[in-house]
């Protein structure tokens, strides 16, 4: 073999390697936790502002997994009967299964909420409400490893 036809075959498989990574890349799915990232994260000193708020209570929220459901546990001075709570558990890997809620708490602060709803993996758990014009936020990692 010539070492003309050595060159053809070493740039035939280097064209072939970066069509093979071509294709590779365009199956990735690269989605954004927010559809508007950047409008919100002008407003994120509110966020920052009620995850203070929240962390200055006596007490700290708490979350349970029990056998049918989460529960979640606020401190109690940081609703009333008239408090409504906005809950999104945001899955990184999937969109498609993301959970948004707005509930509203018993009388002692808890919150309960159908296992159901979530698949097995890692969320972003983001809950935010207001208290006597004061805002709460919660932001933290959740893991649901059980079914």
């Known amino acids: 073999m010539s070492w003309g036809y050595k060159i053809v075959c070493v740039y035939s498989v280097f ?3 970066i069509g093979y990574f071509l294709y590779v890349a365009f199956q990735q799915n690269n989605e ?4 508007h990232y950047y409008e919100k994260e002008l407003q994120y000193q509110s966020v920052i502002t009620g995850s203070q708020n929240l962390y200055a209570l006596d007490q700290s929220l708490n979350i349970l997994v029990l056998d049918q459901k989460i529960q979640l546990n606020l401190p109690s001075s940081s ?9 999104e558990f945001l899955k ?6 993301d959970v948004r809620l707005k509930v509203q708490p018993d009388s002692t602060g808890t919150i309960h909420i159908d296992r159901s709803l979530l698949s097995i ?3 972003q758990l983001r809950m935010k409400w207001t ?7 919660y ?9």
């Open 15 to 17: 064209v072939l390697m």
């Open 79 to 87: 609703f009333s009967v008239d408090t409504w709570v906005q809950i």
């Open 139 to 147: 932001r933290e990692e959740f893991k649901y490893l059980t079914t």
């Open 92 to 97: 990184l890997s999937n969109e498609q299964k």
């Open 131 to 137: 208290h006597q014009g004061v805002p709460y936020v």
């Open 121 to 123: 993996g890692i969320y």
């Open 32 to 35: 954004l936790i927010e559809d």
